[in-house]
């Protein structure tokens, strides 16, 4: 029965899917600033990544607070970046706690004009693996657009087994899945395991700014990036390398990031690359939506050293 | 400062506070038939919990899925429960992901006549102690009424320090702390370490039902108690064992419970609790919000054993 629905799966959504789920995905901030979106910001984050060569926008992601937003400012987002995104697809962040409200973020998504899905599956009570998969078929039962699985154990609480990513990637509208970071040096025993397990249409991409270099490499088809929201430029370098199959060149542009990986992994992707563009006037201070602080002192002088030792003053 | 502010708290809530944060707090169930609240099938269970002789109501609890309504269902959660309370004093939960949320619902908790607040640090990315420590002071100052720290986890992905307890305690309005289960045959050391730790003013309850005869024993002022939400008669009389020093007979009413106890800790208190009304014929089913499914039927099976061999038949 899949097979048949592939069958009638829209050609143009699998050429938009060709052109989505390779090569670059920037994630851009939602900054807020007293306790409102600055979609400005959001404007001309987008509008700087689009500039740069990115290959899809990835908006309300974890990076973009997407689980602080209202309905209508998570609309007013979309609305702000396909206006901004000269034409690049916007794949839109829907997830929330309850499927109800995932439904109504997918009718505005389609609405706006995003040309993708993100799906994590949030949670507060923990999910089981049936309503996992459940809450996957009702939302590509309620969309016509592609949806990329977010696996983001992290923020999510939620565990996928391989059996899973199998049975999901079997529905025609799952398109990608976005992994979490391999262990360095496992990416391409990772891979392997999961190009074993997944049909050719699926796209794996890979999240964890730090693994990119060695998971493009490896297999990946895409990197969905956080630091390709503030510096689109620097990521779009590690990614043409490593999806050239230029390794050394990818893993010295990575490594000539290395003191940000670090940062990274100590503060959160998110709290830290909202420092870095605070620091480069990309935006307010303080960005992010309380009770979520900035970075303290300590936090910001590390960004400001690693600013310049990795040479990214603008 | 932290005195003096305690000097001026009004007598009445000090007074409030004696008579909600010792005892039995039940957390009734909020149960959602076709993605609505069923607003008499709230009132039934907090009216049953009133009439049984609780102390005090905890709607919007985990139990009650605060998580996962909107603004609008959440004031009409607590009005019904208000309504429905015969002058039993309701604790409302207002806990949410982002400050703003919390403090609406802060604010339509007290306009609904709730007598206290539960907060737990909701939480999409993970909360530093600092982020914490400061949701509570902007909730505090806020607030008219006695606040609860609901200190869970596993849905909130933030544990507590000592440390930080003690720092919260210090907050006049900080009049409970609601404490995970501690290991079997833990409750007493960890009881002596808190009591240590905290100003006498300040009552350690107890959740995880299965630890609360032990935790009472031990010397916690309270159970928050998920059953008591659906068998508010079979848990006072735990309760009311436990805080007149009866051991045996509190431990007996305890033990008989054990099968439930069993499911909870298999199934997780919510799930389980939710198909023991059902089975009960206080709700219809299912009672959960999606993406949550209830128990599967092996899972149902075991409940209707488990009531069966606890004599827990209507």
Chains 1, 2 share one sequence.
């Not at 400012?73 to 396909?82: G, H, P, T």
């Not at 309620?142 to 949806?147: D, K, T």
């Not at 025609?172 to 970071?181: G, H, N, R, T």
């Amino acid at each position: 029965m899949f097979m048949l629905l592939l069958s009638l799966w829209p050609a143009r959504s699998r050429m938009k899917e060709g052109l989505m789920f390779d090569g670059l995905c920037a994630f851009p901030l939602t900054p807020i600033v007293d306790d409102r979106i600055d979609l400005k910001a959001v404007a001309l984050l987008v509008s700087r990544a689009a500039g740069a060569g990115v290959n899809s926008l990835g908006m309300l992601g974890s990076t973009g607070n997407y689980a602080y937003l209202s309905r209508d400012e998570r609309r007013a987002v979309l609305e702000a970046a396909v206006d901004a995104a000269e034409g690049v697809p916007v794949i839109a962040g829907v997830g929330a706690v309850r499927t109800r409200d995932v439904l109504a973020h997918v009718e505005d998504a389609q609405a706006t004009g995003a040309s993708a899905l993100l799906l994590a599956p949030v949670s507060y009570q923990r999910l089981t693996e049936a309503e996992v998969f459940s809450l996957y078929q009702d939302v590509t039962a309620a969309s016509s657009v592609p949806i990329v699985v977010c696996d983001n154990p992290r923020t999510t609480g939620f565990t996928f087994s391989d059996e899973l990513y199998a049975r999901l990637a079997d529905i025609p509208a799952i398109a990608s899945i976005k992994i979490p970071p391999p262990r360095p040096g496992q990416a391409s025993a990772r891979l392997r395991e999961l190009r074993a397990l997944l049909p050719e249409r699926t796209s794996v991409g890979i999240s964890g700014d730090w693994a990119a270099a060695e998971s493009l490499l490896a297999g990946c088809a895409v990197w969905y990036s956080v630091i390709a929201g503030v510096l689109p430029g620097t990521a779009k370098v590690i990614a043409d390398h490593a999806l050239a199959g230029r390794g050394d060149l990818a893993w010295e542009a990575s490594t000539n990031l290395r003191p940000v990986w670090s940062l990274f992994r100590r503060y959160g992707s998110l709290r830290v690359t909202a420092a870095i563009a605070e620091h480069l006037g990309l935006l307010s201070s303080p960005s992010l939506p309380l009770p979520l602080h900035g970075l303290d002192s300590e936090g910001r002088l590390k960004v400001a050293d690693a600013i310049r030792r990795c040479g990214l003053e603008a």
